[in-house]
């Protein structure tokens, strides 16, 4: 999942290099933290966060197929 959110992250920014993903273990939920560059945020959000849902249901849907809970929260 960590792999997923780089590669989408890194193709919505022009700061490829700024892009970084933690993953922590919350329970029994993976946390993923998406950082980017200040100037990117925006980019990444998307007007009214609609970038950032979808983003968090490509995750949702691919973590369901192999039965995790994964949450992806913007820094």
């Known amino acids: 999942m ?8 890194k193709a919505l920014v022009d700061n490829p290099e700024g892009v970084s993903v933690t ?5 029994r939920t993976t946390v993923l933290e998406l ?3 200040d100037g ?4 990444v959000i ?3 966060g609609r970038i ?3 983003i ?12 995790k809970r994964v949450v992806v929260d913007i820094m």
């Open 52 to 54: 950032a849902k979808a």
């Open 23 to 27: 993953e922590r273990q919350d329970g």
């Open 35 to 37: 950082r980017v560059s």
């Open 2 to 9: 960590k792999e997923l959110v780089e590669v989408i992250a």
């Open 56 to 67: 968090r249901s490509v995750v949702k849907a691919a973590a369901a197929k192999e039965d």
């Open 40 to 43: 990117d945020m925006g980019k």
């Open 46 to 48: 998307g007007k009214q």
